[in-house]
């Protein structure tokens, strides 16, 4: 029987806590970190909205005073308790900006498959996954060890800088051949050279580049400053460029929703797949049962039938 209950016993599948994943997770690799699903129901809804609370509230906080702080708990100084995560704001620095270098360093340096799924999902592992990422951000934020790079930037900012730059330095305005004319004044130089030649490398003509041309009409007529100020450097409308970051945006939304349905179905799948090895293991051990000769407890503990013969009276 102790044989027995120690078979059982192997076949039974113990999930790690939070604290183990948590403890697997650090310093590794987060490509294989499973993002559990989303609220399905009212209380759902409501125990992870408490999760958010609890582990997630904001505590705005300066580089050097963080950094300050991480000196003390080096030295084992006593520090005042941080209730909520750690958001380091440089100077002219906004929240959604660091939010947007966060989101780029967990997707690009620990390699999570998906932060929009995590901040979605219902499982306590996925919220206190996300402050340690917090907390680990904001430390190497503070110590001046993240790789620098461009920050994301609103379509409104680009838009406004776009169009500065442009109203700074129109485009001139190019014939079809890429030459650049010349001022109505000149008569001296258009009268030296052939027009084939204007605007060549070899004359020491500035060329301008192509980023910075316009299209321009056939005829070149109703080529107005307005119409040049709607361009930006690349030569794309301010209201395309911004419709397009829109469409991103919602195409990043629509992928983190397919995302937590993929998780859902996955951690079904593995339900599902673990019942199955439950019930194989349990069949395994009685076909094992039945080949030792195993006789069942009810039977060898079945009381003797009165009717049969005494031997004694025999």
Same mark, same amino acid.
């Given at each position: 029987? *102790?044989?027995?209950?120690?078979?059982?016993?192997?076949?039974?599948?113990?999930?790690?806590?939070?604290e183990?994943? #948590?403890? %697997?997770?650090?310093g590794q690799?987060?490509?294989?970190?499973?993002?559990?699903?989303?609220?399905?129901?009212?209380?759902?809804?409501?125990?992870?909205?408490a999760?958010?609370?609890?582990?997630?509230?904001?505590? #705005?906080?300066?580089?050097? %005073?963080?950094?300050?702080?991480?000196?003390?708990?080096?030295?084992?100084?006593?520090?005042?308790?941080?209730?909520?995560?750690?958001?380091?704001?440089?100077?002219?620095?906004?929240?959604?900006?660091? @939010?947007?270098?966060?989101?780029?360093?967990?997707?690009?340096?620990?390699?999570?498959?998906?932060?929009?799924?995590?901040?979605?999902?219902?499982?306590?592992? @996925?919220v206190?996954?996300?402050?340690k990422?917090?907390?680990?951000?904001?430390?190497?934020?503070a110590?001046?060890?993240?790789?620098?790079?461009?920050?994301?930037?609103?379509?409104?900012?680009?838009?406004?800088?776009?169009? %500065?730059?442009?109203?700074?330095?129109?485009?001139?305005?190019?014939?079809?051949?890429?030459?650049?004319p010349?001022?109505r004044?000149?008569?001296?130089?258009?009268?030296?050279?052939?027009?084939?030649?204007?605007?060549?490398?070899?004359?020491?003509?500035?060329?301008?580049?192509?980023?910075?041309?316009?299209?321009?009409?056939?005829?070149?007529?109703?080529? *107005?400053?307005?119409?040049?100020?709607?361009?930006?450097?690349?030569?794309?409308?301010?209201?395309?460029?911004?419709? #397009?970051?829109?469409?991103?945006?919602?195409?990043?939304?629509?992928?983190?929703?397919?995302?937590?349905?993929?998780?859902?179905?996955?951690?079904?799948?593995?339900?599902?797949?673990?019942?199955?090895?439950?019930?194989?293991?349990?069949?395994?051990?009685?076909?094992?049962l %039945?080949?030792?000769?195993?006789?069942?407890?009810?039977?060898?503990?079945?009381?003797?039938?009165?009717?049969?013969?005494?031997?004694?009276?025999?």
């Amino acid at each position: 029987m *102790t044989a027995t209950l120690e078979r059982q016993r192997d076949y039974v599948f113990t999930p790690p806590s939070v604290e183990e994943r #948590l403890r %697997q997770a650090a310093g590794q690799t987060l490509a294989t970190w499973v993002i559990g699903h989303g609220p399905k129901t009212p209380e759902e809804v409501v125990s992870c909205q408490a999760l958010r609370e609890r582990y997630l509230e904001p505590h #705005l906080t300066t580089q050097s %005073q963080y950094k300050a702080r991480l000196d003390m708990q080096a030295r084992g100084a006593p520090v005042p308790p941080m209730k909520g995560i750690p958001i380091l704001l440089l100077a002219g620095e906004t929240a959604s900006e660091e @939010d947007d270098a966060f989101v780029h360093w967990v997707h690009y340096v620990r390699r999570l498959s998906n932060i929009f799924a995590l901040r979605a999902s219902a499982h306590a592992a @996925d919220v206190r996954l996300e402050r340690k990422l917090w907390y680990d951000y904001a430390k190497l934020k503070a110590r001046g060890q993240l790789r620098k790079r461009t920050r994301y930037a609103s379509a409104t900012k680009v838009a406004a800088s776009a169009g %500065q730059s442009v109203t700074n330095n129109p485009p001139t305005r190019t014939t079809s051949g890429g030459e650049r004319p010349r001022p109505r004044d000149d008569h001296g130089h258009d009268a030296q050279k052939p027009p084939k030649h204007m605007g060549s490398l070899a004359e020491g003509v500035p060329q301008i580049p192509m980023s910075f041309q316009t299209q321009v009409s056939r005829h070149g007529i109703d080529d *107005t400053h307005a119409h040049r100020a709607k361009s930006v450097a690349a030569g794309v409308p301010v209201e395309a460029h911004e419709k #397009l970051v829109l469409e991103v945006k919602g195409l990043q939304e629509a992928l983190g929703k397919s995302q937590c349905m993929l998780d859902a179905m996955q951690s079904r799948l593995q339900a599902i797949e673990q019942a199955q090895t439950r019930s194989e293991a349990q069949l395994d051990l009685l076909i094992r049962l %039945q080949q030792s000769g195993a006789v069942p407890l009810s039977s060898a503990q079945a009381p003797p039938s009165s009717h049969g013969k005494d031997p004694g009276t025999a």
